[in-house]
């Protein structure tokens, strides 16, 4: 009896804990070496330096952007302060003005929304594959469309503002908003009317997107309704090397219809198709 | 006493597995914890991104000494009512052509599209184009600007409120073999709606010159005031 408990006390304290840890040890090599394998596979000669490139070109990227809103601004106070007093002057002024404001080259403050949309974090099903399983590229243009149509008037994601030419693109785990590196957490801002966030979640394709995208992959969305959203301006060029503008400058009037090609003038073969549902 | 022996052996097993443990435990979780960085990408994405960055930063270069420019002639022109004048002209053109107040002209490319064409997939060639660099978008003949969403039935889309029938295209203005490049491509959008929607027949058309009108819409922030 008494060399049976002190067997079973002798078992206790070593064989269990070593037994614990070798098999943690086991787990652990086996989770290194699975991580490794990708790694080694990549981990080549011309990797580091496109790394330490594209960390650079980051950088550069931030400063650039920066020194973009400066000038602009600088522009602008300089541009108030020799415009003179003329009407016309001030004119001129106003409609430099109301282009920036509508090309969402101004920063905007206003009531509006702040979404934040975030990884799975926790167990998520298996289904689908690992690029399902995080937010996409596809993901902030759904929710950028959707508070689009919802009337939402002016549009950041982090850092970048949605203006008309903002195209998304997923790269590895990352996303690229107007060519910036965006990384989770990704917060969408918009500014709009006071329902904003009633009708954006009574919209049907708001409601399509949480049913494909956010529940059967467990991605976290979070919603702050606040009185002064803040939409940064956008920091990028607005050079057009193939654009001609056609409209005279000096009149806001739309232009003529005549200026825009017909659709049905393009040729394009008959549809033949039934009317049917998109897959 | 054998007991002792045992005991001071055990301990020094436990204590090596313990550190090794430990050291795994930590290269584990910095491997993890940098899975949001550069490291975690691929060479195929790295080569990407840089491609996307130099790109960017040329034209923000381009930019930068635009601007820069341009606050020099500001600066001079303060005592030049008629030049500084001029200049605003010039910044209005093209602000509002950027914003898509006013129609434009240049080389670029035509999306025809026929059948029961989804919204989505308007959505995605929009967004094509925009990555390939577009410059100015129009779908039918409604100006793409901020906010522009196609949405609806396939075969009944409407753009900013206006139909846009069974047949319809798509132009963009832009290096008309770069946006009609990036649409063709093994892969792309046209590839990719064949066997997704093969009832919709998309006939990609790069061409010298092609028109967008400009919106109708009014740009006018009514809920934000902007910040100065």
Redesign the interface.
């Known amino acids: 009896m008494t060399r049976a408990t002190a067997r079973l006390g ?1 078992v206790s304290t ?1 064989s269990v ?2 037994g614990v ?2 098999l ?2 086991g787990f ?2 086996a ?2 070496v699975r ?1 490794e394998v ?2 080694v596979r ?1 981990t ?1 000669l ?2 580091v330096p ?2 330490e ?3 650079g ?2 950088a ?2 931030v400063d ?2 920066a ?2 809103l400066d ?2 601004e ?3 106070a ?2 108030t ?4 007093s ?1 009407a ?2 001030r004119d ?2 106003a ?18 929304l702040v979404i934040q949309l975030e990884d799975p974090d926790g167990p998520v099903p298996s289904s689908g594959g690992p690029s399902d399983r995080r937010v996409s590229a596809g993901d902030l ?1 759904a929710l950028v ?1 959707q508070l ?2 919802a009337g ?4 950041g994601v982090n850092t970048e503002r ?8 997923d ?4 996303i ?1 908003v ?4 965006l ?2 957490p990704y917060q969408v801002v918009a ?3 006071g329902d904003l966030y009633d009708r954006l979640t009574s919209s049907a ?1 708001f409601q399509e997107w949480i049913r494909s995208r956010v529940q059967p992959y467990g991605l976290r969305v979070k919603y702050a309704e606040i009185p002064d ?3 940064p301006a956008y920091a ?12 005279s ?2 009149t ?1 009037a ?2 003529p ?1 005549s ?6 003038a ?6 033949s ?7 | 006493m054998s007991f002792g022996f ?1 005991d001071r052996r ?2 020094v ?2 204590a090596l ?2 550190v ?2 430990g050291f ?2 930590i ?2 979780l910095r ?2 914890g940098s ?2 960085g ?6 195929q ?6 491609a ?6 040329d ?6 000494g ?3 420019s ?2 020099v002639r ?2 001079a ?2 005592g030049n ?1 008629e030049r ?2 001029q200049q ?21 490319v ?1 999306v ?5 064409v ?1 919204a ?1 997939a308007v ?1 995605e060639i929009l ?2 184009l ?3 660099g ?5 779908v ?2 409604v100006r ?6 196609a ?1 609806g039935d ?2 009944a889309l409407t753009i900013d409120g206006a139909p ?6 798509v ?1 963009a ?3 008309k073999d770069a946006l009609a490049g990036t649409l063709v491509r093994p892969g792309g959008v046209v590839s990719l709606f064949a066997a ?2 093969p ?3 998309v ?1 990609v ?1 790069p061409t010298e010159q ?7 819409r009014t ?10």
């Open positions: 002798r070593w804990t070593l840890a070798l943690a040890l652990l090599i989770a290194q991580t990708p790694r990549y080549s011309e990797r496109l790394v490139t594209a960390t070109l980051k550069q990227q650039l952007q020194r973009i000038l602009g600088r522009i602008r300089s541009e302060t020799t415009q003179g003329g016309a002057a001129l002024a409609q430099l003005d109301a282009a920036r404001l509508a090309g969402g080259l101004l920063a905007l403050t206003g009531p509006g243009r469309e689009s149509l939402a008037e002016a549009i949605i203006v008309p030419l903002s195209g998304f693109l790269i590895g785990q990352a690229l107007n060519s910036a590196y990384v989770p500014i709009g009317p394709g959203a803040a939409v990028g060029t607005v050079r057009l090397r193939y654009a001609r503008p056609i409209a400058p000096s806001s739309s232009p219809a200026a825009s090609p017909s659709a049905s393009s040729a394009s073969p008959a549809p198709a039934p009317p049917s549902e998109a897959p | 045992d055990a301990q097993t436990v597995v313990l090794l443990l795994l435990l290269v584990q491997s993890q899975a949001s550069l490291e975690q990408l691929t060479s994405d790295l080569t990407l991104l840089v996307n960055l130099n790109t960017r930063n034209q923000l270069r381009g930019e930068v635009d601007l820069e341009r606050l500001v600066q022109a303060a009512g500084s004048a605003l002209r010039t910044e209005i053109a093209r602000d509002r052509t950027w914003a898509g107040l006013d129609a434009a002209s240049g080389q670029g035509t025809a599209l026929a059948g029961p989804p989505s959505q967004n094509e925009r990555n390939a577009a410059e100015a978008l129009a039918g003949d793409v600007v901020t906010g522009s969403v949405t396939p075969g846009l029938g069974e047949a319809f295209s132009i203005i832009g290096d997704t929607y009832d919709v027949t006939v058309n092609v028109d967008v009108p400009g919106t109708t740009l006018a922030p009514a809920h934000g005031t902007p910040r100065l």
